[in-house]
């Protein structure tokens, strides 16, 4: 058995121990962006006695003359096309509902869809009118800030260390063994309760601890940052990974490899 | 308890995984999730603790006062335990939800701190049937994250270790009235020993084998499990069974071993960081809530 117990340590700033030199413009609600009317107000901004002033906690993104505040941890705001993951908390209880629904769908049951429109109020409308969406299986959901998932084109990733993941917009994020044989007749909605084999649960597990550790570091999830991490970590015990030190090295060198392939 | 829903299927996958010693996290059956421990971090205390498990964060304060005796034991102090679950915890326990857990979790308290050994309460008393130090302990929950009682255990043994009481004198005078004398040095101070102050450790059972340390998920999987207080010498002082569904008496028997044995891992594992912050003197830096 494992135990380890430990003395806290003091969080080091991420600019710190990356080495930037251009330090991130922060603001809070209320703080004044500029004095300058010539900008153009983007998300997360408004006028107010003549100058602009920011209306959530983040960072100012200039882009010519479109001043803009991206919020570093926001609730989730659905788009037309987001892929997400939700559980059903509650349902409409209608005679029809109960004999249609109940025998595919329970509350607690979790479920990928996409987003078909947006109300005023914020609520969201989702479809499932496609075979790759429907109920998910056996598998390991990882919530995160939906502000730490980056869009994709695509947001169903088959990784090649074999497991599949689902990165949802709204940072519900869903690990599962990748399915053998693509079910083309059943359309989703029937589980498989096999017990999954030994080798999968590892992958799965590690994915997971990776995941933990990027959102963390507050790093952006893909699936190459995924990728990435899930090889650094290689080396490591699986139930090591959420060790702070060890997280930090890994999450370093996802970071390095990514800049380097971006450069 | 702060409870999640989950499909079928991630119940499932759960206890498969339990069945097979590879839990979601990677852990095994009987490890830990990483433990931080932090002493003092509440200055208008006698003692205090903060315990972070994972997702569960317990702060706990004790302070010690001037009270009389309870006449059944005229020669000791006491202990009384508050428990504090706030709204910040999670929703559930918004208004008057979280008053239910607290007094479950100060009765669990009292229980197991209720015999001679744990405390050396004499030592807590000033003058028989008159002054006694009692001993104010309060717990807050901050973050429920799994595992509550064994965090709350843990961080009530530090702050207990932490704990400094000024040290007192009794002076009385020709006419018979007694006075206190408080010492003038505030560093004089007497300490209690904690060696036999017992730690909590939480046993669920899931499918057909028993976890220590669940997360929130595991214990919504767990239809029964088992709190043992286990002392440093692998004592146990008291043992409870919680959850609707109903345990074999041979599974009882391996879950009170593995308490035993984890629960004298888990002391000394505390005794020695407890130690190692101890000796880092005065000096060492405070990283507290803002760290």
């Known amino acids: 058995m494992a135990m380890e117990l430990r003395l806290p340590v003091v969080r080091k700033p991420l600019s710190e121990s990356l080495g930037r030199d251009t330090k991130k413009h922060l603001v809070v609600p209320g703080d004044t962006i500029t004095t300058d009317t010539g900008f153009m107000r983007g998300h997360g901004t408004y006028m107010g006695e003549e100058k602009l002033i920011a209306s959530v906690a983040g960072s100012v993104e200039r882009v010519n003359k479109l001043i803009c505040v991206k919020a570093l941890k926001t609730r989730y705001n659905g788009e037309v096309g987001d892929i997400v993951v939700g559980r059903i908390t509650e349902r409409r209880r209608s005679a029809e509902d109960e004999l249609a629904m109940r025998g595919f769908l329970q509350e607690g049951d979790l479920i990928s869809a996409e987003v078909q429109a947006v109300f005023s109020d914020g609520a969201v409308s989702l479809h499932t009118r496609s075979l790759k969406y429907g109920k998910l299986g056996q598998g390991v959901l990882v919530q995160v800030s939906p502000s730490l998932v980056k869009r994709q084109k695509t947001h169903f990733h088959d990784l090649p260390c074999g497991a599949s993941v689902i990165l949802g917009n709204n940072g519900f994020i869903w690990i599962y063994p990748t399915p053998e044989h693509k079910e083309e007749d059943a359309g989703g909605f029937i589980a498989n309760l096999e017990p999954v084999s030994l080798t999968d649960r590892e992958v799965i597990s590690r994915l997971r601890n990776c995941i933990v550790s990027l959102v963390t570091q507050r790093m952006m999830l893909y699936d190459t940052s995924i990728l990435y991490c899930y090889e650094a970590s290689l080396p490591h015990q699986i139930k090591d990974i959420l060790k702070p030190e060890i997280m930090e090295e890994i999450v370093m060198e996802t970071r390095q490899r990514l800049l380097e392939q971006e450069g | ?291």
Not at chain 2, 11 to 24: A, C, S, W
Not at chain 2, 70 to 97: I, M
């Open chain 2, 1 to 291: 308890m702060a409870s999640v829903a989950l499909s079928e299927a991630e119940k499932v996958y759960i206890v498969h995984g339990v069945q097979e010693d590879l839990r979601v996290d990677g852990r095994g059956c009987e490890d830990y999730r990483c433990v931080e421990v932090e002493t003092d971090v509440v200055s208008n205390t006698s003692g205090s603790a903060r315990v972070k498990l994972g997702h569960t964060d317990i702060l706990v304060g004790v302070k010690a006062e001037m009270g009389t005796p309870k006449l059944e034991k005229p020669n000791e102090g006491y202990l009384e335990f508050f428990v504090d679950c706030s709204a910040n915890a999670t929703p559930e326990f918004e208004g008057r939800g979280g008053d239910d857990l607290g007094t479950e979790i100060a009765n669990t308290l009292y229980r197991i701190f209720n015999n001679k050994s744990s405390v050396d309460l004499k030592a807590l008393c000033i003058s028989p049937r008159e002054h006694c130090w009692v001993l104010y302990v309060d717990v807050l929950l901050l973050e429920c994250g799994g595992n509550l009682f064994d965090t709350i255990s843990i961080a009530v043994k530090a702050a207990l270790f932490n704990t400094r009481i000024p040290r007192v004198r009794v002076l009385e005078d020709e006419e018979g009235s007694k006075d206190i004398e408080l010492s003038d040095d505030p560093y004089d101070c007497i300490r209690l020993s904690v060696e036999n102050v017992p730690c909590i450790v939480t046993l669920c059972k899931i499918g057909y084998r028993h976890v220590v340390d669940a997360t929130l998920q595991e214990e919504a999987c767990s239809l029964a499990s088992l709190l043992v207080a286990v002392t440093s010498k692998g004592v146990v002082t008291c043992m409870r069974k919680v959850g609707k569904g109903s345990l074999d008496p041979e599974s009882i028997f391996e879950m009170m071993e593995t308490g035993k044995r984890v629960g004298k891992v888990l002391h000394s594992s505390l005794q020695s960081i407890l130690q190692k912050e101890e000796s880092l003197g005065p000096k060492r830096q405070k990283v507290g809530f803002l760290g």
